[in-house]
Every structure is written in structure tokens, then in C-alpha cells.
Nanobody
Framework: VQLQASGGGLVQAGESLRLSCAASGRTFSEYAMGWFRQAPGKEREFVAGISGTGNTAYYADSVKGRFTISRDNAKNTLELQMSSLKPDDTVVYYC??????????????WGQGTQVTVSS
């Protein structure tokens, strides 16, 4: 599975941003997808995950109510709609794919990161 993340950028606190991840290589709907983020010198942390069907989604407490994960299995795409962004959300975001839906950063496939910067 090849994953290509995009959509990062610079926004002000309180604004919104949408990240996208394009997948190719295998049957997209067979895999759970997740978004993780990592700050310099820190461990990669779970942000949100969604099952292959899209029926189940999990969120980190720090983003619950502000971020929404979604997928379009017809287009092989994953999105993360981020709203009410905070300076603490300033990190590199990664999309990932795995056979099972989980919250640990042990997914099998990873895209390159996309930088999100939130100014105060």
C-alpha cells in the first residue's frame, strides 16, 4: 500500500484545515486507516482511526470534538477535517494503513508526513 498525505499548512488558532491521504496498491476498503502525529523528540501519537467500512472511528481525547476522520472507499482517500485548531496541534501528521484498527503507532504502512502549523 502506498500512501500520500497532503493538505498541511499554516493557519491561525481557531481556524480549520483538511488533510487528505491518497492510497494505492491494494483493496483500500480491506484496511483500517489512521492519522498519527509526531512532534520533534516525541513519540508518534494516535490522532484518529477509522475501520475499513468507515462504520467505526476512534479519536484521541485531545482532538475529540474538533477533528473528524472520514474515508471514501470509492476514491481510495482518507481525510482528517480539523477545526478549532490550537498551537498545540502544530506537528507533522502522518496517515497510515493497517489490517486492524488500533490506536498504537504499529500500523503496517505509512505515508510521508505533512506539516501543520497553527499560529497563536
Amino acid at each position: 500500500v502506498q500512501l500520500q498525505a497532503s493538505g498541511g499548512g499554516l493557519v491561525q488558532a481557531g481556524e480549520s484545515l483538511r488533510l487528505s491521504c491518497a492510497a494505492s496498491g491494494r483493496t483500500f476498503s480491506e484496511y483500517a486507516m489512521g492519522w498519527f502525529r509526531q512532534a520533534p523528540g516525541k513519540e508518534r501519537e494516535f490522532v484518529a482511526g477509522i475501520s475499513g467500512t468507515g462504520n467505526t472511528a476512534y479519536y484521541a481525547d485531545s482532538v475529540k470534538g474538533r477533528f473528524t476522520i472520514s474515508r471514501d472507499n470509492a476514491k481510495n482517500t482518507l481525510e482528517l477535517q480539523m477545526s478549532s485548531l490550537k498551537p498545540d496541534d502544530t506537528v507533522v501528521y502522518y496517515c497510515a494503513s493497517n489490517y486492524g484498527l488500533g490506536t498504537k503507532p504499529d500500523y503496517e504502512y505509512w505515508g510521508q508526513g505533512t506539516q501543520v502549523t497553527v499560529s497563536s
